[in-house]
């Protein structure tokens, strides 16, 4: 009948096309007397946009709020569901990519929304720097709480990656680009600022048979950057569609 993510204690429900009110609302109040830690259920009115990935909830039922505070790999997490993109199934890919981080690293976070990315990394490594950058003010705000919240060192930097970036004048050891799913790459961004031997986290957004266009695609863009790449693991890390999927690249740049 439903499909469901919850963000901490808010659950953000996709309905059956022309599921009546009084069903959604006897769904809802059986969910959330199943789960108490669950306070609130909107349901997903819009479909995700726009270069910030936002779309719109409406509530259902429970108590009133869009604003949620999410738990993951041992940090705390507040932002509100409609104003910032975030997906609690790359929980794993987060975690994955802080062990990676090694003692005394420079890692850059693009389009990192709310700062989970980079809060998770700042936690669970010893990397010497992390610098997230996203273009939502929104968002922003929320990385900057959420930083305090955690007690990490993260820096936070407001603003579009393709200005901002430039202007740090400084290379990474490690890029993560959980990028929104736009026709724009922004890897000659990466390719500028990673260092000799830096490993690159790409997501991409291609289906099943297009995995191997998707590769290309990167090795296309690293010759245009004049940098020698070594794919080290292609990993599906989540659906996005029918066969659609959302792939991370784990590449090494020469």
Sequence with gaps: ???????????????????????????????????????????????????????????????????????????????????????????????????????????????????????????????????????GREPSRYASENVKRNKVHVEVVQGDVRKKVPLMKEKFDRIVMARPNLKDTFLDVAFSVVKKGGVIHYHGFYSEDDKSKMLEDIKSEASRAGRKIRILKVKKIGEIGVRKFRWRVDLRAG
């Design 1 to 135: 009948m439903a499909n469901y993510d919850v963000i901490g204690n808010i659950v953000i429900v996709k309905f059956s096309r022309g599921e009546k009110t009084a069903r959604k609302k006897d769904w809802a109040g059986k969910f959330l007397k199943e789960h108490k830690n669950v306070k609130t259920v909107l349901e997903k009115s819009d479909k995700i946009k726009g270069r910030l990935r936002i779309g719109k909830s409406k509530f259902i039922l429970g108590e009133r709020t869009k604003e949620a505070l999410y738990r993951e790999n041992g940090c705390e997490f507040r932002l509100n569901v409609d104003t910032c993109y975030f997906s609690p199934r790359l929980a794993s890919d987060r975690l994955e990519i802080a062990k990676k981080a090694r003692n005394g690293e420079k890692v850059l976070v693009m389009f990192s929304g709310v700062g989970v990315y980079g809060v998770v990394i700042g936690k669970n490594s010893k990397a010497l720097r992390i610098v997230c950058v996203e273009l």
